[in-house]
């Protein structure tokens, strides 16, 4: 009887929490050079997201390109955030750049890209790639593809 009154437990709490939709994304935003000097350019983002289940779960970024200027110089991964069930949430993405990876590239495109920003003092930043959810065996990809011009402050 023990054992029904369990079964019958667990499946009504399972059956009340249901994952109706995958979580919304907003968007990335607050693109932002934290820190840049000889060696290394820091660069921060916000992705923002929405979470409509009444269950949570937990997301994670896979590989995720910097482009600046359109010049592919990074790649970002990413540990598991925790979702929370019915609450909008965001996740820090940071990253950092090696002046150097800038310095080496081959074709005088690059560098003269690299000190045109430097002279306007802004620079293209690009995130591409997938943001993955997963919860109670489901999983749905997100692809990202976002642009913004950052000013740097030096």
């Not at 249901?18 to 660069?43: A, H, M, R, Y």
């Amino acid at each position: 009887m023990r054992k029904l009154i369990l079964l019958l437990t667990v499946t009504i709490s399972m059956m009340s929490c249901s994952v109706k939709e995958k979580p919304i994304f907003k968007g990335i935003e607050d693109i932002e050079v934290v820190d840049s000097n000889s060696q290394i350019i820091t660069l921060t983002a916000t992705a923002l997201f929405e979470n409509p289940n009444d269950v949570g779960g937990n997301l994670k970024s896979d590989d995720i390109s910097i482009y600046v200027n359109d010049i592919k110089l990074a790649k970002l991964s990413s540990e598991s955030f925790d979702v929370p069930a019915r609450k909008e949430f965001t996740i820090p993405l940071k990253v950092d750049i090696s002046t150097d990876s800038i310095l080496k590239m081959r074709g005088t495109d690059a560098i003269g890209s690299f000190l045109t920003s430097l002279i306007n003092k802004q620079i293209k930043v690009q995130y591409k790639g997938d943001i993955v959810y997963k919860t109670f065996g489901f999983s749905y990809t997100y692809p990202i593809d976002e642009t913004e011009m950052v000013k740097l402050d030096y």
